[in-house]
């Protein structure tokens, strides 16, 4: 076994140094967030950050909070939209065989490969009449489209594997369906549950293309705006527009770190065929 | 794929869980109809979701290209019928041939790098070693970024005058090239960014892939004196071939409608030169200050018919490879 590993050592080597290459841009994210104003132009750039600065930072903090904010509360409800859409629907699918299932799972396949700006150009045009336009209710409902179809698939194939003697043992207690899936059903789909709620956060964090089109001016925008806006402005601070980049990828950070193993789940449970 | 290429799209590995899924096996009898009034009851609010606010402004955007706009009549609602008048100007609009080219010329070349780079990082990883599961998890971050975090660091990477990479390229005494602001590069610069974006897509599922492959069948041919490079030829190439597939094609529906990064890096320019069919309809509709909105939502609506031509490629894919 040692020497197995020994022998693979230099493959560790061309490891590292391919995810260095691949994480670069990353690193330079956080270097130039970390660069003093007067060293932004120099050439060539410093490398490593040995006369950082934390002012990019204090800006973001003067001045982004509200866009952090409300992405913060778009995310939470286009979790909460997402889950209360998709977990019953999921349910449905995999355990209940209804009639018609085979076209519900094709519009689900379909919906997921139209174009996020012609989404948003028809919800632009509806939320126009509705007087949605710049609300927050709007955007959250906008952003849980990105999540819902994937949502139903990742329930639909993960309640698939609840055994479905404990669902009847349920029924024979006397558990109608509400019951069975709120009280045996739900519970058991913890990981399936935390699955969804990740990437419906994400992408609901991560959306542009709504909010440009959705609440852009309006009083609450979100973080995405908030660096657009900064880009916009023809702004040369770019420690602060960094700084906030960096912030926005704090979420994307939490989840690869804690939540490795969900996001295994949610790829395996769709990716590979059973 | 995402999303753009989600993320893409960042979007990437949701994308795979498009596959339809297994019925849970065992009887196939029907159940009674009380048992179809139940399961209704819990598809019903998805149901009505699917109809309100994906049906809905879909159908709306086809009427948006079907009718004479004008600000005003966007917001009565009283724009006459021109029935495919907006299409006929976009078809004749100098800058659809451009836009085709870009798009086409974009999605192509995003395909073929990301799935080479995949496949070759997945046979890499594949061949475990120390830290190979920890550094493949750190090859997704790019795929996890927000787009708008990628495409403005990706932006100030290329800046031509104080960008790290023409200070790397200055040290080998080329450049400086103009990556954003130069017509002839800003093509160029949007299709890297997007590739580093949809690696780690191509990555993960292609990984996956090959962990379907039996041992055995590497075992056995090294056995008959197979060489890696016949090994990788022989055995990885074909077997892979289903799950390539359908990579492929959820990764040409995804990079199709890649909006965020080219719209945030260059918004399509200069002078139109990194425009494609996505950045052309957003421009049509909210880029200026007198918005074209019929023709910008006939464009969109020719994304949505490409984009739905190699989606419905990509079902049959899928259910050939269910069924073998």
């Known amino acids: 076994m040692n020497r197995a590993i020994s022998r693979t050592w230099w493959k560790t080597a061309v490891g590292l140094l391919l995810t260095g290459i691949m994480l670069f841009p990353v690193y330079w994210m956080v270097n130039v967030s970390l660069t003093p104003e007067q060293d932004m132009r120099k050439s060539p750039p410093d490398l490593l950050p040995l006369h950082g600065t934390l002012e990019g930072y204090r800006t973001v903090l003067d001045e982004q909070l509200p866009y952090l904010g409300t992405s913060l509360v778009v995310g939470l409800g286009t979790v909460a939209l997402t889950v209360a859409l998709s977990a019953p629907a999921g349910y449905a699918l995999a355990k209940l065989r209804p009639r018609g299932a085979g076209v519900l799972n094709f519009v689900l396949l379909a919906a997921q490969m139209i174009p996020g700006i012609v989404m948003a150009m028809g919800f632009y045009a509806i939320y126009l009449s509705l007087g949605l336009l710049q609300s927050v209710p709007g955007l959250i409902i906008a952003d849980s489209t990105l999540a819902v179809p994937f949502g139903v698939l990742i329930f639909t194939a993960f309640m698939s594997g609840i055994p479905g003697e404990l669902l009847q043992a349920a029924k024979t207690d006397g558990a109608g369906p509400l019951r069975t899936f709120w009280s045996v059903v739900l519970p058991m789909s913890r990981n399936a549950v935390v699955t969804v709620s990740l990437f419906a956060f994400l992408w609901s964090w991560s959306d542009f293309v709504f909010a440009g089109t959705l609440v852009n001016g309006g009083a609450h925008e979100p973080i995405t705006l908030g660096i657009y806006h900064y880009i916009g402005n023809n702004n040369q601070e770019w420690n602060a527009i960094m700084a906030t980049a960096v912030v926005a990828s704090v979420p994307a950070a939490v989840i690869l770190v804690l939540a490795q193993r969900y996001i295994a789940a949610g790829v395996t449970a769709g990716a590979v065929k059973d | ?324």
């Open chain 2, 1 to 324: 794929m995402k999303q753009t290429t989600r993320p893409p799209d960042p979007r990437p590995v949701r994308a795979p869980a498009a596959a339809p899924p297994r019925d849970s096996g065992a009887g196939t009898r029907r159940r009674p109809p009380s048992a179809q009034w139940a399961a209704w009851a819990f598809l019903a609010p998805v149901t009505l979701y699917l109809v309100l606010f994906y049906a809905y402004p879909l159908y709306r955007n086809i009427d948006l290209s079907l009718r004479h706009y004008t600000v005003r009549s966007f917001v009565q609602g009283d724009a006459p019928f021109t029935g495919i008048e907006n299409y006929l100007t976009v078809f004749d609009d100098p800058t659809f041939a451009p836009a085709l080219l870009h798009t086409v010329v974009f999605t192509a070349v995003c395909l073929v790098f990301q799935y080479a780079i995949g496949l070759a990082l997945a046979v890499f990883f594949h061949q475990h070693f120390r830290l190979s599961a920890t550094l493949r998890a750190l090859f997704l971050v790019p795929w996890l970024l927000p787009l708008i975090v990628s495409a403005s660091t990706w932006s100030w990477m290329l800046n031509s005058d104080s960008g790290v990479v023409n200070a790397f390229l200055n040290a080998f005494g080329i450049g400086p090239v103009n990556w954003l602001t130069s017509p002839d590069w800003s093509l160029a610069s949007v299709i890297i960014a997007n590739i580093w974006i949809g690696v780690p897509f191509n990555l993960v599922v292609l990984y996956s892939g090959l962990q379907s492959i039996p041992a055995g069948l590497y075992e056995a041919a090294a056995l008959d004196g197979a060489n890696a490079w016949q090994r990788f030829w022989r055995i990885t190439v074909p077997l892979l071939r289903p799950v390539s597939a359908i990579t492929l094609l959820l990764g040409l529906v995804y990079t199709l409608k890649v909006f965020d990064i080219i719209w945030i890096m260059t918004r399509g320019g200069p002078a139109d030169s990194s425009t494609t069919f996505a950045t052309w309809s957003y421009q049509l509709g909210f880029g200026n200050l007198l918005p074209a909105f019929g023709p910008g939502a006939a464009v969109g609506n020719l994304l949505v018919i490409a984009a739905l031509v190699f989606g419905l490629i990509y079902v049959r894919a899928q259910r050939k490879q269910a069924l073998s």
